[in-house]
Every structure is written in C-alpha cells, then in structure tokens.
C-alpha cells in the first residue's frame, strides 16, 4: 500500500510539470524499487530524451531494467 500511495502522488506531480528532470527522477527511482520495472525503464527512456547531460547514466538504467526484465536486445 506504502508503494501505492508514492506511485499515485508523483504521477499526480509528473502529470503537473511533465517535463520536470526531478519528479521523473523520482517517479522512476519508486517505480523500481516497487518492482515496476518496464515502467521505470519507460521513465528512464524519457529523462534520456529531456535531460541530455545525464543521458549516459539514463540509458544504463534502461539497459540494467531491461536485462532484468529479460529483454536485453531492446
């Protein structure tokens, strides 16, 4: 439930600022840790298009969900 309520209140902030590197930051950092990882590798995606100095770091995100999830060619 505890998981539940964070996802629910920063979607709530990512559908206010949907641009905003931090509340996608955050939304993708709970939505791993609840175990959401295609949503989490989505967010990531994301943040690579938005915030181009820390693009590395978000695709190495991407790739490590990915691998988890199974789907490494993606």
């Not at 209140?9 to 600022?17: G, R, T, Y």
């Not at 840790?33 to 938005?50: E, M, N, V």
């Not at 100095?53 to 978000?58: C, G, L, N, T």
């Not at 991407?62 to 993606?74: I, N, S």
Request: no cysteine; net charge negative.
């Amino acid at each position: 439930r505890e998981w539940e309520d964070a996802v629910d209140s920063i979607l709530k902030a990512a559908n206010l600022a949907p641009d905003s590197t931090q509340i996608l930051s955050t939304q993708a950092r709970i939505q791993e840790s609840s175990g959401d990882f295609g949503s989490a590798a989505k967010t990531y995606r994301k943040l690579s298009t938005i915030d181009r100095r820390s693009q590395d770091e978000y695709i190495m995100n991407v790739a490590r969900l990915e691998m988890q999830l199974g789907r490494a060619d993606e």
